[in-house]
C-alpha cells in the first residue's frame, strides 16, 4: 500500500497517497495524545474501527489514494453491512509521536480493530503475537510470492497491502539526451553519469531528501539475494548471526559516501529536507534544473508531485552489479489478534483485497497491485520500470522475515552518513542492531511512505 511509503506514510510536501502505501508497515488502553487524534463519528452498531494515517494535502488537491481506499471500504460497508470508523493521527512536527509510535501503541492496547501499518510495525506487533493470522483468508491466496514474503512474520501471514510500492530514479530524459548519456545501469555508470551532469553545469545531479536515499543501499545490497540468490536459506543465515548485514550493506553505503564526497548529493540539505523539499527535488526536477531524483511509483501519476512533466521523464531502477533494480516496500492491512471486532475485521480484509477491490484501486491509481491477477497499464514514464517488476527483477527494502527490520533501520544509519559518519562507524550500527536481542524491534524513524 504506500511506505510503503511505504510506501511509507511520511511528512513532505506530497501527501496524495498517505493512506497506501507508503507505509510503509501489546496491551493496555491509552494512546495519542487527544488534541492530535481525530475519530468519526459513528453508530456503534456493526461498527469495525480502523487506524489509518491523515493525509496531507492541499484543500483544492484532489486525493487519488484517498479515494481508491475509499471505493474498496465503500465495497466492504455495503457487501457486510457494517460501518468502518476512521481513527486518524497526524504529528503536528516531528518531534511528537510519529505515525508508527501511535499504531505501537493502539495495537498494544487494542484500541482498535483494522490498522494500516508500515513494514517496520508489521514486524514488531507480529513478532510479539499482537496480529491476526490472514493466511487463511480468500484473497490471501492470490497474492504475489514477494508480498506474502515481506508479510509473513514467525510463519503467519500478518498484513495484506492494497498495492506494491516500487522506488525508482527519475530520469530527465532530455538532459541525458543532451549531455550524450546513456541511462545507467551499475554503480559506476552512475557515477560517470553524474561526473558528466556537474561539468555540464548541474551542481547537484541528484536530488535529494532524508527519506529515500537509502534505496541505493538496498538495490545494491541485495540484487543478488532476491534475483537468483537461496533467499530462505541467506535470511535464515542473518538470523542466526552466519551471515552480516554490515556485508551485504557495505558497497551500498560506499557508494553513497562518493556521491557525497564528490558533491552529487547535497548531504547537508537532504539530511533537514523532507520528501520532494531537498536540494534538486520538486519543483527543481520539474523545471529541469536537476537531472535525476528518486520517488515511488505513484509519484509518476500525481501532479503535485512528479506527474506531467514538460520534458521526456524515464523512471527507471537503481544501479547495481545486476543492472537496474527497482526497490519495494509496502504497507500493510492488519487485524489486531484480540480485537475487539476481530472476526468483522477479517470480513473486511477479505472484501477490500479481494481481486474485484484490487481492481478497482490498481485502476483508480494506476499502481502494481499485491494479486498476481490484476494488473493495469501504467503511465509511459514508468514502464521501464513496470518491465522490471512485471519480470520479478527487483529487491525488497522490507522483510519481515528478517529479525533487524530493514527500512527504518537503514534509513536512520543513512542519515548518519549524510551527518558525517564514516561507512566503519555505520557499519558498526549494523552489527549491534543485529547483535543486539530484540533488534528487530528497533524504532522506525517516522510514518510510512513521505
Known sequence: MRPIASKRVRK??????????????????????AENLAVQDVDEERTVNFFSPMEKISPDTENTARTASDLTIAMAEERLGLTLAYHTYTAENYQDKTYDEVCLERARNNSDDLYLLNTDTIVTLGSEGHLADLSGLSCAQNLREVVRTANTVDGKLVAIPQEVVAYGLF?????????ELSLP???????????VLKEKGYETP??????????????QA??????????????????????????????GFEFLKKLIDLGYVDAENALVSEAFEGAGEGDDFMA??????????????????????????????????????????MTG???????????EALKVVDVICSDEALQLYAETNRVISPSK???????????????????????????AGMDVEQWGNVCLIVRDLLGGATVDECMAKLDALQDATGSRLAPAPGSATW
Open 222 to 251: 541485495y540484487a543478488d539475494l532476491y534475483n537468483g540468490g537461496d533467499v530462505a536459506a541467506e535470511v535464515q543465515a542473518l538470523n542466526e548471526g552466519r551471515a552480516r548485514y554490515s556485508d551485504y550493506m557495505r558497497p
Open 171 to 179: 530520469v530527465n530524459k532530455d538532459i541525458f539526451d543532451e549531455c
Open 333 to 343: 492491512c492488519a487485524v489486531g489478534e484480540r480485537a475487539e471486532h476481530r472476526d
Open 185 to 195: 545501469n551499475t554503480p559506476e555508470e552512475f557515477l560517470e553519469c553524474c561526473r
Open 373 to 399: 491477477n490484476v494488473e493495469v497499464e501504467c503511465v509511459e514514464p514508468l514502464r521501464p520500470l513496470n518491465d522490471l517488476v512485471q519480470a520479478d527483477t527487483y529487491v525488497l527494502a522490507s522483510n
Open 206 to 219: 541528484v536530488g535529494a531528501n532524508r527519506w529515500w536515499l537509502e534505496t541505493f543501499v538496498f538495490a
Open 288 to 329: 529541469g534544473t536537476c537531472p535525476i531524483v528518486m520517488a515511488y511509483w505513484g509519484a509518476a501519476n500525481t501532479d503535485t508531485a512528479y506527474g506531467s512533466p514538460s520534458f521526456n521523464m524515464e523512471v527507471i531502477g537503481f544501479p547495481s552489479a545486476r543492472g537496474q533494480m527497482p526497490v519495494l516496500s
Open 12 to 33: 513532505g510536501a506530497v501527501a496524495v497517497v498517505a493512506l497506501v502505501g507508503a507505509l510503509v508497515l501489546g496491551a493496555c488502553s491509552t494512546s495519542a495524545p
